[in-house]
């Protein structure tokens, strides 16, 4: 039956009279039950039903003080007591004041920690001491002394007078002494370039707060030690409470970095909705985040730490960061140097234009000329008094049959001269193979095998020698360098892009900053972009090897033309001109620079291979096209030659990620390092012509016992035993220096093995051409010269080393400078401009070496 409580019901129905209901009889007896409950209750747990209860009751008791800040108050506390202190203070609304809580144990021991609860009017902050704070391997560190700042929301009004309160209470039977005061924090507002300093402990953190001043978008914050350790962090925070100001909380919010001497963070005022920001220090109980020496200890469940001294002196400047005009000068700056070297190239193609036009005007009109005139123009040089080897006997031999040259009947109104019959009909018969010989190196001649070694093992050869294939068929072969190098970008950079987005996405999203390996001190914004400077600065690889591609189109251009016009010169004088390494050294260059800047997005251990992928391409390829002018019939194909590359680029990675202090992977890559060089000096000493195979034992012993035991005989092949005798030291010593020092920069030490051998060859190519009786012509010479010297101004700013990815990110921070160019660019930028510029004087050095042999006969051009 559900019992009617209404006013009616228990009125029965009758105005002005009262009389007891059913519903009146269940409430009393409710409540009798209820008041029985509470007494049984009290009795159970001593309250005021027993004796003992009462005497605890009684004891129980809180007591109110009104606090005053800068007084020392010495206080106990236990389980029945507990203390309340009451403090205001006025905040105004333009001037921020700060408020920190100090408490220091007095007791010798306690079981029970002391719990301090700050109340305010918008936020509330507690704390034990003693204060336990854990480290890597779960380390617990006592802390008796705390002290910690309030965080300061900003009025509503222009001017309050705020109240908070702080509850000092323990559940320790025995009283515990303690200590405590509150005091204002002195320039708890930072100023704009005004340097102020201080002292924090890990469990006395520091935090700051700084107003974006009128015109200011910008700023990077700056804080400095003298000391590496203790290791800490720096953080910015926007203005809210609770501030994450301890070692296991201050990476929850904001950005953040760890620093032993030195951290910076550009700070940008539309992050930040309330114009103002917090800049937090937090001493770390540890310094294995900072690369400091870490002892193990054997732990008990619940054994403590001793913290040690741990107190560090800071200094912290908030100073204004560039404006938008300085990105616009340096964006425009960078867009100039470039543009520079397009225009002075125009400015040459004119002037080399005007002055072949008026070559050929000369070579139009009438005039007698002497033998050695004409012997000039039929692109004749004097017999060099350098006698190379039994050179001399050859040159005798080919220049005692006839020649005669007169100029052509079809290309009188250009000058072009012609050889015989007979010997333009020798040369071109000796040149012709089959235009259906593919890239492996095949003849469909069943007598081409002997023919090669008749050929290429005599003792001297001649271009004419190496250069017998069909044009046709080495455009082709050469062409798929740069249609592979294109494909290969073009997969490799697409991953490479989405995988940087996502780094700076998760720097973005996180905060942290110890993800990327920045110049923090000259690191500029823009957009999502955190150092858009280090990525501007790559523009050069770009620009610079379109330019080099377009130069390539032109003298293939022209090339093509003087083949169609049957121009004696393109057919059979001059180092056989093949564009196809030259176009993939160009796309090469330019991805270098696009995967530069990728890198520079967030640079860091795991990338940096893609900052070098592209740099052991462009050494290997500038090695194969030194090769190929002399050797245009057994270069390496182009499937190979990026084999053997992608086999350097798969090691660059195993020794980035296994190859830290690992023993055993520097003695395989050691050994095959030393055979891998053995085989190719091979190759190159037998022009190919060597066989790799179960004999191959019994024929090194045979030539070890004919030549060497039983009759003491030179190489037959001196200058390339030499060559590659100099190219064995030098990579077996490099390979020795890997294997006992064992590098951290492996990708480094890889592109050190690269850049040597190509230094090696160059110097050799250019010494053998001089023996040779070849010149060098007076636009290679200063191209030379030029690159040289900027090359040794490049690695100068490169040795810089603003930041390191073998250390930890805050050793890293330690080698951070300013900008020194436009208030924009690093050393490291730099690096960028100088080497591009570099790489793209030495592709010219490449390009323009052997032109003046552009008018000499192949079989007078020797083999090196």
Excluded at 202 to 229: A, C, H, L, M, R
Excluded at 518 to 547: E, K, R, T
């Amino acid at each position: 039956m559900i019992c009617d409580c209404s006013d009616e019901a228990e009125r029965g129905g009758m105005a002005g009279r009262w009389k007891p209901s059913r519903c009146s009889y269940t409430r009393f007896v409710f409540g009798l039950l209820f008041v029985l409950t509470v007494e049984v209750v009290e009795v159970v747990q001593g309250g005021p039903g027993d004796e003992n209860g009462s005497v605890a009751a009684a004891a129980a008791v809180v007591v109110q003080k009104d606090g005053q800040f800068d007084a020392n108050y010495y206080d106990k506390v236990n389980d029945n007591m507990q203390i309340i202190y009451t403090f205001n203070h006025t905040v105004t609304r333009n001037k921020t004041e700060g408020v920190r809580v100090s408490v220091k144990l007095q007791s010798e021991s306690t079981k029970s920690p002391l719990l301090f609860v700050v109340r305010q009017k918008q936020a509330v902050l507690s704390f034990q001491v003693p204060l336990i704070l854990r480290g890597l391997y779960q380390r617990k560190y006592k802390y008796t002394q705390v002290g910690r700042t309030l965080c300061q929301p900003p009025p509503l009004a222009l001017s309050e007078t705020q109240f908070f309160y702080v509850d000092v209470s323990t559940l320790s039977t025995s009283s515990i002494q303690y200590q405590l005061w509150v005091s204002r924090v002195e320039s708890f507002t930072l100023q704009t370039n005004k340097k102020f300093s201080f002292n924090a402990t890990p469990s006395q953190p520091q935090f700051f707060k700084y107003e974006f001043p009128e015109g200011v978008d910008t700023v990077i914050v700056k804080v400095n030690s003298e000391k590496n350790f203790p290791c800490s962090v720096m953080s910015v925070q926007d203005i809210q409470c609770p501030v994450f100001d301890l070692d296991n909380n201050v990476a929850f919010i904001g950005m953040y970095q760890t620093m032993t001497k030195k951290a910076a963070i550009t700070v940008q005022k539309k992050d930040f909705p309330s114009n103002s920001f917090y800049v937090v220090i937090v001493v770390k109980t540890e310094d294995e985040a900072c690369g400091g020496p870490l002892k193990f200890y054997p732990l008990l469940p619940d054994e403590l730490m001793d913290p040690g001294n741990r107190s560090k002196s800071l200094d912290v400047v908030v100073s204004p960061a560039i404006h938008s005009e300085v990105y616009v000068m340096g964006m425009l700056f960078c867009l100039g140097i470039f543009l520079f070297f397009y225009v002075l190239t125009f400015l040459l193609a004119c002037i080399e234009n005007k002055r072949m036009h008026k070559k050929k005007v000369e070579l139009l009109k009438p005039a007698d000329t002497s033998p050695a005139e004409t012997a000039s123009l039929l692109g004749k040089t004097p017999a060099s008094p350098y006698e190379y080897g039994s050179f001399a006997d050859n040159a005798s031999t080919l220049s005692s049959e006839p020649v005669t040259d007169s100029l052509a009947s079809t290309d009188a109104n250009y000058g072009y001269m012609e050889r015989s019959l007979d010997t333009v009909g020798r040369c071109r018969q000796e040149s012709l193979s089959s235009v259906e010989e593919d890239e492996d190196d095949y003849d469909t001649l069943a007598d081409i095998d002997s023919d090669k070694n008749i050929v290429r093992t005599k003792k001297y050869l001649c271009v004419s020698d190496l250069a017998r294939k069909d044009t046709r068929v080495l455009n082709k072969k050469y062409q798929i360098y740069f249609w592979n190098i294109s494909t290969i970008a073009v997969f490799y950079a697409l991953p490479v892009i989405q995988l940087v987005i996502t780094y700076q996405t998760v720097v973005n999203v996180t905060g942290n900053q110890d993800i990327c390996y920045y110049n923090f001190l000259c690191a500029h914004p823009l957009g999502a972009l955190s150092s858009f400077n280090n990525i501007l600065s790559n523009l050069g690889y770009v620009m610079l090897g379109l330019l080099f591609l377009l130069i390539v189109l032109q003298r293939d251009v022209v090339h093509k033309r003087a083949l169609m016009r049957s121009d004696v010169n393109a057919l059979e004088c001059g180092i056989p001109k093949h564009f196809g390494l030259y176009y993939a050294m160009g796309t090469a260059l330019m991805m270098e620079g696009l995967l530069s800047g990728c890198y520079h997005v967030c640079p860091n251990y795991t990338n940096f291979q893609f900052d070098t992928s592209f740099m052991y391409m462009i050494a290997g390829l500038c090695m194969l096209k030194l090769y190929q002018k002399r050797h245009p019939d057994i270069n390496a194909s182009a499937y190979s030659a990026y084999a053997c590359l992608a086999a350097v680029i798969f090691f660059s990675v195993l020794g980035v990620v296994f190859g830290k202090g690992n023993t055993v992977f520097w003695i395989v890559f050691s050994v095959l390092h030393i055979v891998f060089t053995l085989l190719l000096s091979t190759q190159l000493y037998y022009m190919g012509r060597w066989r790799l195979d179960t004999g191959i034992v019994r024929r090194i012993f045979n030539v070890i016992y004919t030549d060497c035991i039983r009759q003491c005989s030179g190489p037959m092949y001196i200058d390339r035993m030499v060559l590659l005798v100099m190219g064995n030291i030098v990579n077996w010593s490099l390979a020795a220096y890997g294997l006992i020092k064992k590098p951290n920069d492996f990708a480094s030490y890889l592109l050190a093995i690269a850049i040597c051998n190509l230094l090696l060859y160059f110097a050799f190519y250019i010494i053998m051409k001089l023996r040779s009786g070849e010149r060098i012509q007076c636009l290679p010479l200063v191209f030379i010269l030029f690159t040289a010297v900027v090359w040794g101004f490049a690695l100068f700013f490169f040795f810089q080393g603003l930041s390191t990815w073998q250390k930890t990110p805050a050793e890293s921070r330690e080698h951070n400078r300013d900008c020194i160019l436009l208030s924009f660019f690093d050393d490291h930028d730099i690096w960028h401009f100088l080497s591009s510029i570099a790489m793209f004087g030495s592709f010219l050095v490449l390009l323009t070496l052997d032109d003046d042999l552009d008018t000499v006969q192949r079989d007078k051009i020797y083999v090196f």
